[in-house]
């Protein structure tokens, strides 16, 4: 808004002063005129009781109950679109001409003050000149001039509550819009951030609620399960000193830490946002040194860039038709990679066994020559033992033989005798058993008895 925008709407908030004024005076004309009126109207009630008086007819009635509903809908719409209007002149001229609202609200019950006499005024007036149509001696008395004076005044009233005023032009109501928008706009801005800012605070609340109610609770865990439960003595039936102070010590630690990991968060996230806060402020700095010549610079440099990749697309679509050659390429010697791969493996594996196999030829070798060396050395003490080797003499043989024949006789009555013993032996412990009721073989049964006992026995 304009300095001459503001001035219009302050000439037409004093034209309608001025005009309510005239109004006033008017009014006080026809105050006078009134008087004499219901002079005349006492002079003709005695005719108008002798003649009917003829009502004139109500345009509302030749409505129907539709277009009644119609007009009064109508009606609400223009209420409500004057009173937005009103409200937004109201707040244009508080913010920018409070001055020109000093005495607005006695000039506004004035004017409702007017249009209730305005109704009043009228029905009198209807009445006068009913009256006056049908009387002849109305005239003689100067009902005309009163009937003119009242009439002069209704116009100048009709206008000014009909809105035939001092009216502002179209552009001015414009601005005056525009101007509300924004401010209603910035103030809603201004509501939507301090909204944010706050749901973001409760939000940090919330959170810093909870972890404290987790905290308090884990917290009140473990104290039950340390010291309540664990720590009780069972003999005194009460809690150390040393426990108390223990877990106490360990949660102070533990809330050390947790302090020191959180002051390490907040110094990060404020470094962070430091950073961030820089970063904003050279976009906005930029954003407000920036021309149109910048912009036109800019395009020139993006048409530029732009042919630029047009190029090099072309050039990647060569690379790619390069590329798929020699990826054909390379799959071939891939297969035949593979192939030499599998044959070389084949091949190697066959080294390693056969490695392997010599190794083991190795070792075999080195056994046969080990047994050759044996049986070489077998042979030559035999050839030795044969050239020095001296038939013994028969009588010697017989003598051997005899011998032999004598222990291999002894050993057989000695493998009796020793089955007999084991015979004996198991009678034994089989009694043994029988008589001491046990199921296994005492060793000192097997033992040989004291020479005392043994003579006892004997």
Do not use: C
């Not at 002079?43 to 009502?55: H, L, N, S, T, W």
């Not at 917290?219 to 009780?232: A, C, I, P």
């Not at 947790?258 to 430091?274: D, G, H």
Request: hydrophobic share 35%; net charge negative.
């Amino acid at each position: 808004m304009t300095e001459k925008d503001i001035e219009e709407v302050e000439e037409a908030v004093i034209d309608e002063t001025s005009e309510i004024e005239l109004l006033s005076e008017d009014t006080d004309t026809t105050s006078e005129s009134s008087e004499n009126a219901e002079q005349v109207e006492e002079e003709q009630e005695q005719e108008q009781q002798e003649q009917p008086v003829q009502q004139p007819k109500d345009p509302l009635d030749e409505l129907t109950y539709q277009q009644l509903v119609d007009l009064v809908n109508n009606m609400e719409d223009e209420n409500r679109h004057l009173q937005l209007e009103n409200a937004v002149f109201m707040d244009f001229l508080k913010n920018y001409s409070p001055s020109a609202l000093d005495g607005l609200d006695t000039m506004i019950n004035y004017a409702l003050s007017l249009a209730t006499k305005q109704t009043t005024l009228a029905m009198k007036s209807s009445s006068l000149m009913s009256a006056t149509s049908r009387s002849s001696t109305v005239g003689s008395l100067g009902g005309s001039s009163r009937k003119s004076m009242i009439m002069g005044s209704l116009p100048s009233i009709n206008n000014l509550m009909e809105g035939r005023g001092p009216k502002i032009n179209i552009s001015t109501r414009t601005d005056m819009i525009v101007k509300a928008i924004e401010e209603t706009q910035q103030s809603l801005d201004h509501f939507v951030k301090k909204s944010l800012r706050l749901k973001r605070n409760i939000m940090s609340d919330l959170q810093e609620f909870k972890m404290r109610e987790t905290d308090i609770i884990d917290t009140r865990n473990v104290f039950e399960h340390l010291v309540v439960t664990q720590g009780l003595d069972k003999l005194t039936q009460r809690i150390p000193a040393e426990k108390w102070i223990r877990f106490m010590d360990d949660w102070l630690k533990n809330a050390a830490l947790a302090m020191e990991k959180l002051r390490l968060r907040t110094a990060s996230l404020k470094l962070q946002y430091r950073k961030v806060s820089a970063t904003l402020i050279q976009r906005q700095e930029l954003g407000e040194n920036v021309h149109a010549v910048d912009f036109d610079q800019l395009e020139i440099e993006n048409k530029h860039l732009l042919q630029k990749i047009d190029q090099k697309q072309i050039h990647l679509l060569e690379l790619k038709r390069m590329n798929g050659g020699a990826n054909l390429i390379l799959s071939k010697h891939k297969k035949y990679l593979l192939k030499q791969q599998v044959d070389y493996n084949k091949i190697q594996v066959g080294i390693t066994e056969k490695e392997q196999q010599i190794h083991e030829l190795d070792e075999e070798h080195d056994k046969v020559e080990e047994e050759r060396d044996k049986a070489k050395e077998k042979y030559e003490n035999f050839k030795v033992f044969k050239s020095t080797y001296r038939v013994p003499d028969v009588m010697d043989y017989v003598v051997l033989k005899k011998e032999l024949d004598e222990l291999r006789k002894n050993i057989k009555i000695w493998q009796r005798r020793k089955n007999i013993q084991d015979i004996s032996l198991n009678a034994s412990i089989r009694q043994m058993k029988n008589l001491t009721a046990s199921s296994t073989v005492d060793p000192d049964w097997l033992q040989d008895p004291p020479p005392e006992i043994e003579d006892q026995w004997l």
